[in-house]
């Protein structure tokens, strides 16, 4: 399947993504502060750059984008080939998150992936920001 955009387009396009900050880590954020949550954000010294960490406690917290770590990917990327740039692209993001998550908990590290469409939905944000609430603050 070739590109519907021009190659500078399609470098606009991408240029606008973001790995920091996005809409639903912002949502997070905010939550967590109402509530008097102490944690860092996009903490460099764990493995992977947990998006919320608590080193102390030795707790990450990863929101993966759906697609490009991959939720539903096989539906997503139904009908393109096996070497096609973003089945391959996804199939390595998905392999390096399995590797990081293990060397967190190979060094002690608790990992909680949620969803940046569970936050970002209206219907399952609640149940979701609290489920990040307690992972925090129960242990």
Do not use: C
């Amino acid at each position: 399947m070739s590109d519907v955009f021009s190659k500078a387009k399609r470098s606009e396009v991408m240029s606008l993504i973001r790995s920091k900050n996005s809409k639903a880590e912002l949502i997070v954020f905010r939550y967590l502060r109402k509530n008097n949550i102490y944690f860092q954000k996009h903490y460099k010294r764990a493995v992977g750059t947990p998006d919320i960490a608590l080193p102390r406690k030795k707790l990450a917290v990863f929101i993966d984008g759906d697609f490009w770590h991959g939720r539903n990917y096989q539906h997503r990327l139904k009908g393109r080939d096996e070497n096609d740039y973003w089945v391959k692209k996804i199939v390595r993001n998905i392999e390096r998150d399995i590797q990081t998550r293990e060397s967190l908990t190979e060094a002690g590290w608790k990992i909680l992936v949620v969803w940046e469409s569970d936050i970002k939905r209206k219907r399952t944000q609640d149940q979701t920001l609290k489920q990040i609430s307690h992972f925090i603050t129960d242990i």
